[in-house]
C-alpha cells in the first residue's frame, strides 16, 4: 500500500507574517513536519505536471531516509515507497539530469562516510529503479556533491562528484556512454588532483559552448579551474584570481549579477571568512569585488545561490550559514542580499535583515529557489541540521510589487533532454532602459542546492522583446514578443510553448482547459470556452515539438466546446495540446498550450 503524509493548507496551514518583510514562513507544513540532519535541496517536476516537487536529503552519521515531497498544485505528500526515499545512508549532495534522454529527470545522490553514491533511473508515473550495477554506485568515497554536464558535448549528460576525504581526496568523472550506461574515468588532470572538495560547477564560462569545471575546496586551498578545450580535454587554469585566493570555500554559484552577458562567480567561505565574488571580464579572466556589503561581513558561510526574489531584472543572492565555533553549539542566521543594479544603475547589493528568512536560527545547509505555487515569484527551501536535528523550511514569496516575470525550461534534442550547459538571453525595456538578462541551465547553482527551471523578473516591461536560445549542440533560436506572466517549455529546434496554469495575463475572447482525465489512457477531453464567433485551430505536439494530431480547424460559436483526443495510436509520453483563437475577421490572434500525459 502507498503511504502518504499531507498537510491541507485550509484547516492547518498557517503563515506566519511578520512587519515589512519579503517572506513568510509557510508552517505547519509537510515539509518541517520532523526533524533531520538534511543537505542538499532540488526543486524538480519530475512527474511532468508542470509544478515544481521537492527532494531533500539527509546526511546523520548512522544513515537516514531522504525526503520526497510530490507537489498537488502548491499541496505537498511525502512520498515514503520509492527507492530515493528508502536508502538510509549519510546523503550529501544531489543532482538531477535525464541521462537517458528518455524525458524524464533521473537522480544521483551521493553518501559520505566511504559509502557508494546512488543512482537512480525515473521511469515514470512517479516510480524509479536504483541502478546497483552501475560503476557510479560501486565507488565508496566521501563524497561532497554531485553535479551533472555533457562535457564531451555528445548529448549525454555525465556526472562529476567530489570528495572531502579518504584516499588521496581525488574526485570523480564518469562519462555517459548511452543506454543509461557509464565508465568511469581515470585518466586527466580533473581527476588526478589530490584536495578537498565541496562544491562543483559546470558552467560555460568563455561562450564558446562547452562546459568548463569549477571546483570550491576547503582547508585554505585554492579553487580548481578547468578550461574546457573540446573532445574531453581540460586545461588548469592557475593565473586567475579564482585560483588564487584560497579560502574554506563550500559553495560556487554562477550568474550573471551585473547584467553584462557573461556568467560571474560568488564563493562562499566558512571558518568566519568573508565570501568572495568575482566579475567576468571575458576570456577566462576575472576581477575580484572587495568594497561591497556582500563580501564585506564574514560568517560560517555554506551554500550560496543567485536568484531575482523581486522581478526587477537583477540577480540577488541568498546565503545559508552552518557550523558555527569550534564546538558547533552556536546558532546563526542565514541573508539575503538585494542586487540595487535595476535601481541603482551599477551592481552593488542591500544586505535584507526582517524577516524570518534571515531571522530564523540554527544550522542550513543547502537550499535552493523555486516558484512551487505558480504565482510567479521566487519562493525558498532551506535544509536545516543544527544538532543533526532541525526542521527544514519553506519560505514563501510575499513580496506583491506587480513586476512581471517569466519562468522558462528548456528541451533539448540534439543537446541533452535537460538542456544542462544551455544559455537563455531575455531582452526587454525595464524602466526605460533596454536590459539583456543571462542564465543557464545547471546540475547545481551551488554547492547543494539545483532548479532546472529559469526563472527570470522582467520589473515594469509590458512585453518581452526577444528571448534567445544557445543550445550546446550548435545553433541559436529567437523569440520575439513574447507575453510577460507566465511559463513556457522552448524545445530545441521546435517552438516555445506555454504551460503555465492560471498565471498567464488570459486575453478576454477565450479559455483553455486543462484535459481530464490527465494522466489518461488512452482517450481525454480537452475543454475550451468562447464569447464570441471565433476561428479556432486546436492542435496537439509531441514532446520535441512535432504536429501529431489536429483536433479542430473551423469557425465556432460562443459557448462550451469539447473535444475528445485518442492516443491509442501513440506511444506514452508528454504531450503539448494548443488552441489558437481568431475573431471572425480572422484577426486579433491569441494562442495558448497545456501539458497533458499520456501512461499506457
Avoid at 50 to 67: A, C, P, W
Avoid at 418 to 438: D, M, P
Wanted: contains cysteine; hydrophobic residues 30%.
Amino acid at each position: 500500500m502507498k503511504k502518504y503524509l499531507f498537510i491541507l493548507p485550509v484547516l492547518f496551514l498557517t503563515v506566519q507574517l511578520l512587519q515589512a518583510q519579503d517572506f513568510a514562513k509557510v508552517s505547519p507544513s509537510v515539509i518541517d513536519f520532523e526533524s533531520a540532519a538534511s543537505r542538499s535541496v532540488n526543486w524538480i517536476d519530475y512527474d511532468n505536471d508542470n509544478d515544481l516537487d521537492l527532494f531533500i536529503t539527509t546526511g546523520k552519521q548512522g544513515g537516514d531516509d531522504n525526503l520526497l515531497y510530490r507537489n498537488d498544485n502548491g499541496i505537498f505528500v511525502r512520498i515514503y515507497d520509492q527507492p530515493i526515499v528508502n536508502d538510509s545512508l549519510p546523503s550529501d549532495g544531489s543532482s538531477w539530469g535525464d541521462f537517458n534522454n528518455d524525458g524524464l529527470p533521473d537522480l544521483c545522490v551521493v553518501n559520505w562516510y566511504n559509502k557508494p553514491a546512488l543512482l537512480y533511473t525515473n521511469n515514470g508515473g512517479g516510480n524509479f529503479t536504483f541502478k546497483s550495477a552501475s560503476p557510479v554506485t560501486n565507488q565508496n568515497g566521501y563524497s561532497e556533491t554531485c553535479t551533472w554536464g555533457d562535457y564531451d558535448n555528445d548529448g549525454l549528460i555525465d556526472l562529476f562528484i567530489t570528495n572531502s576525504a579518504g584516499t588521496n581526496h581525488r574526485n570523480y568523472l564518469y562519462r555517459n556512454t548511452g543506454n543509461g550506461n557509464f565508465l568511469r574515468v581515470d585518466t586527466g588532470i580533473v581527476v588526478s588532483e589530490i584536495g578537498r572538495s565541496r562544491g562543483a560547477n559546470w558552467v560555460d564560462i568563455d561562450n564558446d559552448r562547452d562546459l568548463d569545471l569549477f571546483v570550491c575546496r576547503e582547508i585554505n586551498q585554492n579553487e580548481y579551474l578547468y578550461r574546457n578545450n573540446g573532445n574531453g580535454y581540460f586545461t588548469k587554469i592557475t593565473d586567475s584570481p579564482l585560483t588564487t585566493n584560497a579560502g574554506e570555500s563550500w559553495s560556487g554559484s554562477w550568474g550573471d549579477y551585473d547584467n553584462d552577458g557573461d556568467l560571474d562567480v560568488f564563493v562562499t567561505n566558512s571558518g568566519n571568512q568573508n565570501n568572495f565574488l568575482y566579475r567576468n571580464e571575458g576570456d577566462f579572466n576575472f576581477t575580484k569585488i572587495t568594497n561591497d556589503p556582500i563580501v564585506s561581513e564574514p560568517g560560517y558561510n555554506a551554500v550560496s545561490g543567485w536568484g531575482d526574489y523581486d522581478n526587477d531584472g537583477d540577480l540577488d543572492m541568498f546565503i545559508t550559514q552552518a557550523y558555527v565555533g569550534p564546538s558547533f553549539t552556536q546558532k546563526a542566521v542565514n541573508k539575503l542580499y538585494k542586487n540595487l543594479l535595476m535601481e541603482s544603475g551599477s551592481a552593488s547589493f542591500q544586505k535584507i535583515t526582517a524577516g524570518e528568512i534571515v531571522s530564523d536560527s540554527g544550522y542550513s545547509y543547502g537550499f535552493a529557489w523555486g516558484d512551487y505555487d505558480n504565482d510567479g515569484d521566487l519562493d525558498v527551501a532551506v535544509a536545516n541540521t543544527f544538532d543533526e536535528n532541525q526542521k527544514n523550511a519553506l519560505y514563501k514569496n510575499e513580496l506583491s510589487n506587480g513586476n512581471k516575470w517569466i519562468s522558462i525550461t528548456c528541451k533539448g534534442t540534439s543537446t541533452n533532454r535537460s538542456a544542462i550547459g544551455t544559455k537563455v538571453r531575455v531582452k526587454a525595456t525595464i524602466n526605460g532602459n533596454s536590459v539583456w538578462q543571462l542564465q543557464e541551465v545547471d546540475g547545481q547553482s551551488g554547492y547543494c542546492g539545483q532548479n532546472l527551471m529559469l526563472h527570470f523578473g522582467l520589473g515594469n516591461t509590458t512585453v518581452i522583446d526577444s528571448i534567445k536560445v544557445e543550445w550546446p549542440a550548435g545553433g541559436d533560436q529567437y523569440f520575439t514578443k513574447v507575453t510577460v506572466n507566465q511559463s513556457v517549455t522552448i524545445i530545441e529546434n521546435g517552438t516555445l510553448i506555454s504551460v503555465g496554469e492560471n498565471t498567464i495575463e488570459q486575453p478576454q475572447d477565450f479559455k483553455l482547459h486543462q484535459n481530464f482525465p490527465n494522466p489518461f489512457n488512452p482517450s481525454t477531453v480537452i475543454n475550451y470556452e468562447l464569447t464570441s464567433f471565433s476561428n479556432v485551430e486546436l492542435k496537439v505536439y509531441d514532446i520535441l515539438g512535432n504536429e501529431v494530431e489536429t483536433l479542430v480547424n473551423d469557425l465556432k460559436q460562443p459557448g462550451i466546446h469539447s473535444v475528445s483526443f485518442n492516443g491509442s495510436s501513440y506511444p506514452s509520453g508528454v504531450y503539448y495540446y494548443r488552441l489558437d483563437v481568431r475573431n471572425s475577421e480572422g484577426v486579433a490572434s491569441s494562442s495558448e498550450s497545456k501539458k497533458m500525459i499520456m501512461l499506457k
